[in-house]
């Protein structure tokens, strides 16, 4: 291990306990989205590079939605790698069956606790403090280093990762993004399913809910068609052969970090039935229903076919009416990318973990790299109760992905796959 | 003067004061009152101003502050008869005044009808009673017997804090015959109503992130399936009481032609509404909860009972639901025979020139209340027009000849032996 590589990974070390400080005041530093305030969790990350004077500016299209943008220059010209991280969470779920507060950041059995701390406050500040340690030693490293810390992830919104590629894309593209949300250590993510949102709105008369006779009832109707969209998990699905050699390969570790089934839902499409509202009060019958669906595509199905397909249901029900909030097609990079095989080596190196290049069920903002040609790759611990109570990051395992992050884009950016 | 001088007495004011009475139906309509959150002080003060004006007495019982019930009451001039009077105050909210072409809380007089949302339901017939109570207190030194005004809150949401609390804490509103005018049809005078139960199905699962289907089972797709098969509830089958069921049979057509078609077969069957569905905080997350509120109507003869062990039964099938009771009221009726039937009928004749036939009603009206502590009730109104529906309105002439009906029916109740 060269020198370069041992100084960085004893600035690790020596920064442990204030990272796991810096993890506990942003899962503090409450970020729920909606309504995607992100401004106090944000002065947190600021914090952390003031101290260590880091250069950065704001980039907000939304000042309550502010994104971190920073770039450093190596000592000589070299690949540009990006580094990206979200700062807002989901926000809380069943906060009475939380067993830790949920806003808490509380460090406790080798975890830290918290809304959002998986997904991925863990993975922000890791590549915060990266983007920290490698500007110390800048003068010692070549290529260019850009950190985008943003906010507006966990709704796909318009003003956090999308406003950067799109307004400042030369600033944030690079040659390579690195993407820290979390999955699992044992697998270096090359592609994603992509979500298609639909919002579906029945109207009706509506009318007293004694009078069943009056008017077709809006959530009834709703009911039926929230049924007959199951026909969509039975879509015909031509994998590419790449992505579906990577499927075959990490079946088994697929479905031991995402549970079984996992592998089997990454090749097929997907229905969530994320909300389902209508009515007012019991006793009216309602004439207003809306049921939002988050519908996930694999690589071979394009969203324009989905769409076709989810509307032929939806004409089924003559009062529902069908709007499309979100459509994205799906992406993947290069599964035998140099960034692959780097993490890979490491990953072996610092904790003796066999990685596995596999797609990912979830969504990231590494897919508005991909779709611009850019190879993006995410790398991240365990994702551990996201969306769910309890929520929280094992710090053992966490340092073992920032290590490896740290020194993969280290090696990235030396150009230096050979160390 | 006799009786009938009295009557000929009451329908001159009626005549002359029509515009006063339009007026304050408006007024009282643009005193906004929606249940919920159920706030009905803005409305129990028009109905105040206008009982301190005609020099009449008024009890406030506020057993919640934003909810006061109103009561007054004259005596006659010799002992006779109790005759209560009862409406609401309280109407529908309204969360879709965009589909509405006369504002919601503008009390419009357009095209012979007075506009706005719970207008029908029942600010027409609380104003009526009012002013049926006043022309009648105007007589009060000839008439015998007593008569008392309620004008109540939080009925839209069950009446705990409205005629429930009235009745139970305050006996002297029991009386010994309810009137009620809720809106239904002038053809018709209501004796009984169906009965109602609530309850909400509600689907817990672990719920996770929207992209691992795998990982839980979803609470709004169960709660769907579950919705699906509820309509077993419409299916159930009725026993019904001969008499009721004839009642019925006979009053088919007019109760198709004032209700709409199909409502002769819906009085007769328990119907469901499935009228709140809550499930999921956001797109992208797999809902670990789904709630149900149902509505179940259930028809004279038959319990809420046995809607509510069709409905545990379905929810059994599904391991994360459970069923959660919210309220029930079985069905109810008074003597369809009572002398309040016939005085209806002939004050409608009298006014209108036609009479009325004596039904069950579909919905549900606090005159139940006064049916569970024994007193006989009867609900007596105009046409339920656009009910919890955009665009609410009352007809200015068939209310007016509801207003004599309901005017001269409590007279000629106060003097039943006279007419017996």
């Not at chain 1, 920290?132 to 906010?151: D, F, N, P, Q, Y």
């Not at chain 2, 005085?343 to 009298?350: E, G, I, K, S, V």
Request: proline residues 7%; negative net charge.
């Amino acid at each position: 291990m060269n020198d370069v590589r041992r100084r960085l990974l004893a600035m690790i070390e020596a920064d442990r306990p204030a990272l796991i400080d810096l993890l506990s005041r942003l899962v503090q530093a409450r970020s729920p989205n909606p309504p995607g305030d992100t401004r106090e969790a944000t002065a947190v990350v600021r914090g952390w590079l003031d101290a260590r004077g880091a250069p950065y500016r704001i980039v907000a299209a939304d000042a309550t939605m502010p994104n971190i943008l920073g770039r450093f220059d190596g000592a000589r010209p070299g690949p540009h790698l990006v580094l990206n991280g979200h700062i807002d969470t989901f926000p809380v779920v069943s906060a009475e069956r939380w067993t830790r507060d949920p806003f808490g950041g509380e460090i406790a059995d080798g975890k830290v606790w918290g809304t959002g701390c998986s997904d991925m406050k863990q993975g922000t500040a890791s590549l915060v403090a990266l983007y920290g340690w490698l500007h110390a030693l800048r003068r010692e490293i070549g290529g260019s280093l850009t950190l985008t810390a943003v906010s507006d992830e966990e709704t796909f919104g318009p003003n956090g990762a999308r406003y950067l590629v799109e307004h400042h894309a030369d600033e944030v593209l690079g040659d390579c993004l690195l993407n820290a949300e979390p999955g699992a250590p044992t697998t270096v993510r090359f592609a994603e399913k992509s979500p298609l949102w639909i919002a579906i709105t029945i109207e009706t008369m509506g009318c007293h809910g004694a009078d069943p006779h009056k008017s077709p009832s809006a959530t009834r109707i709703a009911a039926a068609l929230i049924d007959d969209l199951a026909e969509v998990e039975h879509t015909e699905v031509p994998l590419p052969a790449a992505v579906a050699r990577a499927i075959a390969a990490g079946v088994d570790e697929i479905d031991r970090i995402h549970l079984p089934g996992a592998a089997a839902n990454m090749g097929r499409v997907t229905l969530n039935i994320g909300t389902w509202k209508g009515g007012t009060l019991v006793n009216m019958l309602p004439g207003r229903c809306t049921i939002e669906a988050d519908i996930r595509l694999p690589w071979g199905v394009t969203s324009r076919d989905m769409i076709e397909r989810v509307g032929a249901i939806v004409t089924r029900h003559p009062p529902a009416r069908l709007q499309v909030m979100s459509s994205q097609e799906p992406a993947w990079s290069d599964p035998d990318h140099p960034m692959v095989r780097l993490i890979r080596r490491n990953a072996r190196e610092i904790a003796g973990l066999e990685v596995r290049p596999i797609p990912s069920l979830a969504g990231t903002d590494s897919r508005l790299w991909r779709q611009r040609g850019i190879p993006a790759f995410t790398y991240g611990t365990t994702a551990t109760n996201v969306a769910m109570p309890d929520e929280h990051t094992d710090v053992e395992e966490w340092m073992g992905v920032v290590k490896t992050q740290a020194l993969s884009a280290l090696d990235y950016l030396m150009g230096d796959e050979s160390t | 003067m006799t009786p009938t001088e009295e009557r000929a007495q009451l329908l001159a004011w009626i005549d002359a004061e029509r515009d006063v009475l339009v007026a304050f139906l408006s007024r009282f309509v643009r005193a906004a009152s929606p249940n919920p959150p159920g706030d009905t002080r803005a409305a129990a003060r028009v109905i105040e101003e206008w009982l301190a004006q005609a020099g009449l007495t008024v009890r406030t019982i506020a057993p919640r502050a934003e909810m006061p019930n109103l009561v007054a009451y004259f005596d006659g001039a010799r002992p006779g008869r109790h005759l209560v009077l009862n409406g609401h105050l309280d109407v529908f909210p309204c969360d879709d005044a965009d589909r509405w072409q006369h504002p919601p809380w503008s009390g419009e007089i357009a095209r012979g009808r007075v506009y706005g949302r719970g207008v029908s339901d029942m600010k027409n017939g609380t104003a009526a009673l009012l002013f049926a109570f006043g022309w009648l207190s105007r007589l009060a030194g000839r008439l015998p017997g007593r008569v008392t005004y309620t004008a109540v809150s939080d009925e839209e949401t069950g009446g705990t804090w409205g005629a429930q609390h009235l009745v139970d804490h305050h006996p002297e509103v029991l009386g010994d015959c309810l009137l009620n005018a809720e809106p239904g049809a002038p053809t018709t005078v209501r004796f009984g109503e169906k009965g109602i139960l609530r309850a909400a199905v509600v689907v817990d699962t672990p719920g996770c992130h929207g992209a691992y289907t795998h990982k839980s089972p979803s609470a709004t797709r169960i709660a769907a399936r579950i919705a699906g098969e509820l309509a077993a509830i419409d299916a159930l089958p009725v026993t019904m009481d001969a008499a009721v069921e004839h009642a019925l049979d006979a009053a088919a057509a007019e109760i198709d032609r004032v209700h709409v078609r199909g409502a002769a077969q819906v009085i007769k069957r328990f119907t469901l509404n499935i009228g709140v569905v809550r499930g999921g905080v956001k797109v992208n997350m797999l809902p670990g909860t789904c709630r149900l509120e149902c509505d179940v109507r259930v028809p004279v003869g038959e319990t809420a009972e046995k809607a509510l062990a069709c409905m545990r039964a379905i929810a059994a099938r599904h391991p994360h639901a459970r069923v959660e009771l919210m309220s029930f009221t079985d069905p109810n009726w008074s003597d369809p025979g009572h002398a309040m039937v016939d005085h209806l009928r002939q004050a409608c004749a009298d006014a209108c020139g036609f009479s009325p036939f004596a039904i069950t009603s579909l919905g549900a009206t606090d005159a139940r209340i006064w049916r569970a502590k024994g007193v006989p009730a009867y609900t007596y109104g105009i046409t339920a027009t656009n009910v919890a529906m955009p665009d609410e309105h009352t007809d200015i002439t068939e209310w007016i000849g509801v207003v004599k009906t309901l005017t001269l029916a409590a007279h000629a109740y106060l003097h039943t032996e006279a007419y017996s």
